[in-house]
């Protein structure tokens, strides 16, 4: 059976490795395929992804997928699941994962410049309102029709680089009510020293 670092890291990816002089610098790592307290931390704050199919003689096709943040979700050790809304009604992934069950997550999160890789096989499964009610949160306006299931093989979070630092507009709203808070406060501090300058001339 193949462990992580073999998902990760074909014998055609070892070899250019080697010819290129990497190939130490993978040796002996620690490559996960569990979801640890960190990744399911990182998790709830993921809003965006792109998941990515393949035919069975090897077509690609890389699909955004959006929600609430969190939508993503772990459901086992080695399980995340998420909502499958309605969209443009092409089906491209669901035709792909009927015949070919291997899938990549990619989750980049531009505020902490960091980018998430999940290697795995996923499913989709329909008709399970248990497993929906998990997923669905009912404050998101959106139409979902199954739920897609993957499951782990390996993972990785890596360099920072080129990733252009970017904000939701989630992310930066606390900042923008303390600043307005602090506008309040500096207003009211100038009337009142205008009322006070006033009152003595």
């Known amino acids: 059976m193949k462990g992580p670092e073999d998902v990760l890291f074909s014998p055609a990816v ?30 709830t704050a993921i809003d965006t992804f792109f998941f990515a199919t393949a035919s069975a003689d090897g077509r690609p096709y890389v699909q955004h997928r959006g929600g609430p943040a969190g939508f993503l979700k772990p459901i086992g050790s080695h399980m995340l699941a998420f909502a499958d809304f309605a969209g443009n009604r092409q089906y491209i992934s669901l035709g792909h994962l009927r015949e070919n069950d291997r899938a990549h997550i990619f989750v980049p999160h531009f505020a902490t ?42 993972w990785d979070i890596n360099c920072r680089q080129h990733i252009v630092q970017r904000y939701s507009e989630a992310e930066i709203a606390p900042a923008i009510d303390q600043l307005t808070q602090r506008i309040k406060e500096l207003e009211s501090e100038v009337g009142r020293l205008k009322s006070s300058s006033g009152a003595r001339s």
């Not at 070899?15 to 620690?30: K, M, V, Y």
């Not at 096989?121 to 009912?138: I, K, Q, S």
């Open 113 to 154: 410049q960091q980018r998430l890789k999940l290697w795995g096989r996923a499913r989709a499964v329909e008709g399970d309102l248990e497993l929906m009610e998990r997923l669905v949160d009912p404050a998101y306006k959106a139409r979902p029709e199954r739920a897609i299931i993957f499951t782990i093989e390996a």
């Open 14 to 43: 070892k070899a250019e490795q080697i010819r290129l002089g990497s190939r130490a610098a993978f040796e002996g790592r620690d490559w996960k395929s569990e979801i640890t307290e960190d990744l399911r931390q990182f998790l």
